[in-house]
Nanobody, 114 residues
């Protein structure tokens, strides 16, 4: 399974970005896809995740500002990020998970300027 993210970039505080992620290869219809981020000097942390059958799960820092959603295919996921602040600056990684298998993308940089 290959996981590819896109949509990162530089945005001013208060602005919005939309991240996209596509998983390809030997994918499964039933899966969990999510977004994680890693800030300099910190561990990677969950931002939001969404299974093909369940409700979305958000980190407290993302609630009310970020929205995770699926595309038409079961292997596509988006993260709409609104009201961005400098604290959201990080590398954002997409994760695709099926059973005990977990795959990561290379990450996309999101930089929020003041």
């Amino acid at each position: 399974v290959q996981v590819v993210e896109s949509g990162g970039g530089l945005v001013q505080a208060g602005g919005s970005l939309r991240l996209s992620c596509v998983a390809s290869g030997s994918t499964f219809v039933i899966n969990v896809m999510g977004w994680y981020r890693q800030q300099p000097g910190k561990q990677r942390e969950l931002v939001a995740s969404l299974s093909t059958r369940g409700s979305p799960n958000y980190a407290d820092s993302a609630k009310g500002r970020f929205t995770i959603s699926r595309g038409g295919a079961s292997n596509t996921v988006y993260l709409q990020m609104n009201s961005l602040s400098r604290e959201d600056t990080a590398i954002y990684y997409c994760n695709y998970r099926y059973s005990q298998l977990s795959y990561w993308g290379q990450g996309t940089q999101v930089t929020v300027s003041s």
